[in-house]
């Protein structure tokens, strides 16, 4: 029988830059040898495609050194490959970028194509596409930087109608980089300064009525997408910010989460409503904010690529759904061919 050659992208310019590295470590450890044939590029911090041997130095050690070709360049590398699977996070890995590039040379990716990657990345974009289906989120305000820069009184009068505290984000990173949290205007200026030195547009949201849990579904499939169990993250921090998403034993992963199962299917629908909404494919983690006190759901972002270690949320969810990580991701090689 004749393998399916593979090409794993990994590494990138995100604050993720490791975690793709040791999740294409777990992928290329799991990929069937007698179905696939599978090789591994790691792009450099600074964008590079690196050579061979500095890429299995970089997987090696989990980290990429300088160095390489611009990724434009080496891009005719993929040619011949029957997959690439794209484990990168971010801006220039998950947000369209390379997808388009895989796209234009007709070569399948795994996971989502140029408009779902785009539109998720897009924290206001997947907002205004999912609020047009009416899924619950959070009261928000989209803030630019030329309008804090003319008339940032204005600005500021508009946000304040949400209410202390807020949350400020870049509308186009990811890894909780640039979030703060604001308790007061003072705060609530720093907060902007500090996003609008990574994002032209910055996005404002307004706090729940109490510190919500943090739900989490994944979702795997193309047209006929399913659901995995629920899970729920905890931690001690005000939210998930980038320590305690990066640092071991910050956080916690409960899976099922013990919540009513009327949640939980409430949620699983939700998820499942969103992925079709945004265009998403192969896969996708939805994130929610859940009260206790009123059982209300709030979808807090999808990711379109989450971290893919054996230990990552998305693959336990499907571990506690009776996929195994190997499955799971040979499951995901066949449903970027099927879209083919």
């Known amino acids: 029988m004749k393998k399916t050659r ?15 590295i040791n999740s294409a470590r777990s992928v290329l450890s799991a990929l069937p040898k ?3 044939d599978v090789t ?14 500095d890429s299995a130095r970089a997987l090696e050690r989990g980290s990429a050194p300088s160095g390489g070709e611009l990724v434009l360049h080496q891009a005719s ?54 609020a047009s289906h009416g899924i619950p989120q959070v009261v928000y305000q989209l803030v630019t930087r030329a309008e804090f820069a003319s008339t940032p009184e204005d600005a500021i009068a508009r946000i304040l109608s949400l209410g202390f505290p807020v949350f400020v984000k870049p509308a186009n990173l990811g890894s909780s980089v640039g979030i703060s949290k604001a308790k007061n205007e003072t705060e609530l ?53 980038y320590e305690t998403k990066y640092t071991a034993g910050k956080a916690e992963m409960h899976i099922p989460a013990k919540i009513p199962e009327a949640i939980s299917d409430r949620a699983r629908a939700l998820a499942l409503e969103a992925f079709r909404a945004l265009d998403c494919a192969g896969l996708a983690r939805v994130d929610f904010f859940y009260l206790d006190s009123t059982g209300e759901l709030f979808l807090n972002e999808v990711n379109t690529m989450p971290g893919f270690t054996k230990t990552s949320m998305y693959p336990e969810l499907w571990r506690a759904g009776g996929v195994k990580y190997g499955d799971l991701v040979s499951r995901l090689v066949e449903l970027a061919l099927e879209r083919r």
């Open 6 to 20: 593979v090409l794993v992208l990994a590494g990138g310019q995100s604050g993720e830059h490791e975690v793709s």
């Open 77 to 130: 590398a993929a040619e011949g490959y029957d997959v690439v699977f794209p484990i990168l996070h971010g801006p220039n890995g998950e947000d369209g970028t390379v997808q388009g590039m895989l796209k234009l040379a007709g070569i399948p990716c795994v996971g989502s194509g140029v408009l779902g990657s785009a539109v998720c990345m897009d924290k206001v974009m997947a907002k205004a596409v999912l």
């Open 189 to 241: 200026r720093t907060a902007l300064r500090l996003a609008f030195e990574l994002d032209r547009r910055v996005i404002v949201e307004a706090a729940t009525s109490e510190k919500p849990r943090e739900i989490e579904v994944g979702i795997l499939g193309n047209d006929d997408p399913k659901a995995s169990p629920v899970g729920e993250l905890t931690f001690d921090s005000e939210f998930y910010d």
């Open 40 to 53: 591994s590029v790691v792009i450099s911090r600074e964008g590079r495609w690196l050579p061979a041997p």
């Open 34 to 36: 007698d179905r696939f």
